[in-house]
């Protein structure tokens, strides 16, 4: 392995966001370039606007959207330049077309991420084109230029693709896994000594929120592209199998819990818990080469360490059971050993994936039928969604309506003040302004953060540099920096956007100290405005959504029960059925997690239920991680039970405590229930084969889960 920093650094140059950076500053930068040759600069940097508004919608995703997108953009960039440029002469009309285009574009949240940027790139345009007043037929000129800096670069980002179509994925693809390794490297400080449980668990819920998203965003592309759902050449077979494989993975890491406070009781005295550490690490780290490779085209390194690790951790458990001196809970010694198995196919599917990266495999890989439409999400734009949204029973009508009052009062206060750049406050409006407080709070801090000291940078640049060449060294630098980190890293890109345009703005002469001054003033009025709107204006709290995003869980997770127990019940149970109720525990555990987050940086008064959200967060999570180890003992381990029919009652049962929360939170009842837990006649015998104990117990903790749930759900009200 190399040194972590200089790993991080090639990863990031390697990765989709440097990507994008580097294609965005090219569009954004050539044909101001091009032009000033020509003595065109101020064409030039016509060009370079509608270049860099249709870069907004220019985000990952399957090409023909991404297409579609910048398509349907670069039309309306060109309709809003000329209604703006014809009406701005009038500050009435300019007002109240404000409003409108801002209530009405903002609408398009209800549409998804790309059809809400497809807005904000046309309100961009109209914010940048407000104070721009000129005759009309230099407003048509102005408008056309737009239009073909928007064609360009939609031209430029299709091209890059089609030179090569398997890049994003790869790179994408590649960001998961990443993501997979560093949750597992959160779930290997379990194993640490006096390691603080709560935090974890906290740590733990964040990253499967991440994992979860990154895992959508591949799928999004990767199921949407057609060379890859044909599978017509080895490059998207190989792709496609590593992601399934990652997936399946991802269940296995998630099913390895366990009770860990009651492990070390047990055996931290042994010293074996820090060997499940350091190997769990080292697959992490194993996984850290999977994706390395991926994008810099090499073979993953296996590294053999982890092979010894594991038989080390075999032979340390198979001593703790010939030792006589020291007792331990039999339970205890046969969950070590399925850690242990687990971590073994863990390993094995590494192993499985690192072997698709053989050149001389990939032509022999095999295809596998998935029934691909039923794993993406579709988003109609369908006229009648928006207008049953209009009402104030929706967020995103309340958002739009929001967004059009804030932009009105920024717009008066910026003509009020006068400032040479005033439009600054209504930008930096539209991009604070988000559909919840807190995602508002949080743009909010990152823009001011990296305002104000990208500003103290770029002073400090304009003031000790003055040489033309270095300048525009520093420009381009900026500028790559701003671009790629926009999805990554907010605050990095606005520290990296002040100096860019102040220096920019030194290049066309209107430089100076000054400058910076009101880049701060203005990022510090807008600020101001949109957070104190978000706050008092139609607010859209987190608790809202609660009720919604907590049966949702309950809902996935009872049918991926469901799914699970037709594993042991059913001789040919449906796997798509089965891959379906997983992906959705993971979407609405995702989004549940999310929720809790964000309700953090809400108000106090809007934090509802705080320590039984805690606690219900926790419950599902235990609820998902104990059914995925249920299902793997039947896929993975093939494990064999015979005693079906004493387990119907439970698994009936189960379903049954957890239709029943749902009801608690669908219609508050304050009757306290008496729902029994079902026992199992031969509770007290002991299974020959250690894996039917492991069975049955597995069923009474799920069930023990599901019964906490019941009850917590019971005490609530929402």
Known sequence: MLNQPIRNIQDFLLSTYFADGLRITIGVLLPSLIMAQFGMLQYGMTLSLGALCISVVDTPGPIVHRRNAMVITTVLLFIISIVVGLTNLNIYVTGVLLVICSFFFSMFFLYGNRAAAVGTSVLLIMVLSIDDIRPWKEVIFYALLVLAGSIWYTLLSYFVYRLRPYRLVQQMLSDSILEVSTFLRAKAKFYHQNTDY?????????????????????????????????????????????????????????????????????????????????????????????????KSGGLPYLDPKLIKGVEKLKYKITLLEKNKNQQYNTLGLIALKNIEVNIENIVSRVKTINGYFNKSEKKNLKSREIDVEKFVNKQNMDVKLFFENLTFKSSTFRHAVRVAIVMLIGFVVAKSLNFEHSYWILLTILVISKPGFSLTKERNIQRLIGTVIGAFIGMGILVYVHDKNTLFLILLFCMIGSYSFQRKNYVVSVLFMTPYILVLFDFLGMGSISLARE????????????????????????????????????????????????????????????????????????????????????????????????????????????????????????????????????????????????????????????????????????????????????????????????????????
């Open 519 to 718: 880049r701060i003033y203005d990022t510090l009025i807008g600020s101001a405005i949109a957070l104190l709107a978000s706050y008092s204006l139609f607010p859209n709290w987190e608790y809202e959504k609660l009720k919604t995003a907590m049966i949702d869980t309950l809902k996935a997770n009872m049918e991926y029960y469901k799914q699970v127990t037709l594993l042991y019940f059913e001789s040919n149970p449906n796997s798509t059925n089965y891959k379906l109720a997983r992906k959705q525990v993971y979407v609405s555990t995702s989004n549940l997690a999310s929720l809790f987050q964000r309700m953090f940086s809400e108000p106090k008064s809007k934090q509802h239920h705080m320590t039984e959200l805690h606690q219900f967060t926790v419950l599902n999570h235990l609820l998902s991680s104990y059914i995925a180890t249920l299902s793997l003992y039947k896929k993975e381990h093939a494990y064999i039970y015979l005693a079906v029919d004493e387990l119907k009652p439970i698994a009936t049962n189960t379903i049954y405590l957890i239709d029943q929360s749902v009801s608690n939170l669908n219609v508050h009842n304050d009757d306290i229930s008496n729902v029994p837990l079902i026992r199992r006649k031969n509770l007290n015998v002991s299974f020959k084969e250690n894996e039917s104990m492991i069975i049955s117990e597995q069923y009474d903790a799920i069930q023990k889960v599901a019964y906490d749930i019941f009850k917590l759900t019971e005490k609530l009200k929402i």
């Open 198 to 294: 709560e935090k974890n668990y906290a740590e733990l819920l964040q990253l499967q929120v991440h994992v979860h998203e990154k895992q959508d965003e591949v799928r999004e592309v990767l199921f949407r592209t057609r060379e890859i759902v044909r599978e017509s050449t080895p490059q998207g077979r190989f792709l496609l199998l590593v992601f399934v494989d990652m997936v399946d993975l991802f269940e296995q890491v998630m099913s390895t819990y366990y009770n860990y406070k009651q492990l070390h009781e047990q055996f931290d005295s042994a010293g074996i818990l820090p060997r499940y550490e350091r190997v769990i690490n080292q697959i992490a780290d194993s996984l850290d080469e999977v994706a390395f490779s991926l």
